[in-house]
């Protein structure tokens, strides 16, 4: 019902910036929850921001004060805006959709895209 694809990763150096964009197709986009996750090398998949159909958001402690998670209903989309990047923030960035029961809890989300890398060089 509902596709979802990731793109705007790359190498950008500390204290740099990047902005993710998720493409949604489907017509019930603006009634899910959208979030995005990253997974690091040899680590656990972990939430890091996201944006109700209502616009509540919520960050993970790790990213707030530095990353945004703008949402565009009319073109279905949503958006990572990544300021102040440290390497520590190097993973591979999948936005996630749906109707979870909790917010920051991966295996509750229906939709994920495919992935995008960011890299962050000291």
């Known amino acids: 019902q509902v596709q979802l694809v990731a793109s705007g990763g790359g190498l950008v150096q500390a204290a740099g910036s990047l902005r993710l964009s998720c493409a949604a197709s489907?017509?019930?986009?603006?009634?899910?929850?959208m979030a995005w996750f990253r997974q690091a090398p040899g680590k656990e998949r972990e939430f890091v921001a996201a944006?109700?159909?209502?616009?509540?958001?919520t960050y993970a402690d790790s990213v707030k004060g530095r990353f945004a998670i703008p949402r565009d209903n009319t073109n279905n989309t949503v958006y990572l805006q990544m300021n102040s990047l440290k390497p520590e923030d190097t993973a591979v960035y999948y936005c996630?959709?749906?109707?979870?029961?909790?917010?920051?809890?991966?295996?509750?989300?229906?939709?994920w895209g495919q992935g995008t890398q960011v890299t962050v060089s000291s």
């Open positions: 996630a959709g749906g109707a979870p029961l909790t917010i920051a809890t991966m295996r509750d989300y229906d939709y």
């Open positions: 489907g017509r019930t986009f603006s009634t899910y929850i």
């Open positions: 944006h109700s159909e209502t616009g509540s958001i």
